[in-house]
């Protein structure tokens, strides 16, 4: 069964960090780009950040740019999204997905999300 299960979320002040995992079972993450995606209460889905499956190349939404910083470790089968200078606008539940490409859509594989939540 291929899965992707993401952890790392949890509670924290604006100003600080979290780091989330999305590691991969049943299936090799060499082969795919790993997107990370957020849904936060009353909002649609919104694209995060995307990695290429070597890890060459790296994407952010604007909104994120220059706070988080993705990467990925391919012997660990597990992509990261390290989030500094966290926002109370940043809490959502965030997912990541398994594509061919970052340009791909739909996703190949979808995580069960991990919850974000920012605030005093």
């Known amino acids: 069964q291929l899965q992707l299960v993401e952890s790392g979320g949890g509670l924290v002040q604006p100003g600080g960090s979290l780091r989330l995992s999305c590691a991969a079972s049943g299936f090799t993450l060499d082969y795919y780009a790993i997107g990370w995606f957020r849904q936060a209460p009353g909002k649609e889905r919104e694209g995060v950040s995307c990695?290429?499956?070597?890890?060459?190349?790296?994407n952010y939404a604007d909104s994120v740019k220059g706070r988080f910083t993705i990467s990925r470790d391919n012997a660990k089968n597990t992509v990261y999204l390290q989030m500094n200078s966290l926002k109370p606008e940043d809490t959502a539940v965030y997912y990541c997905?398994?594509?061919?490409?970052?340009?791909?859509?739909?996703?190949?594989?979808w995580g069960q999300g991990t919850l974000v939540t920012v605030s005093s």
């Open positions: 997905a398994a594509v061919f490409t970052c340009s791909s859509w739909p996703p190949e594989v």
């Open positions: 990695i290429s499956s070597s890890g060459g190349s790296t």
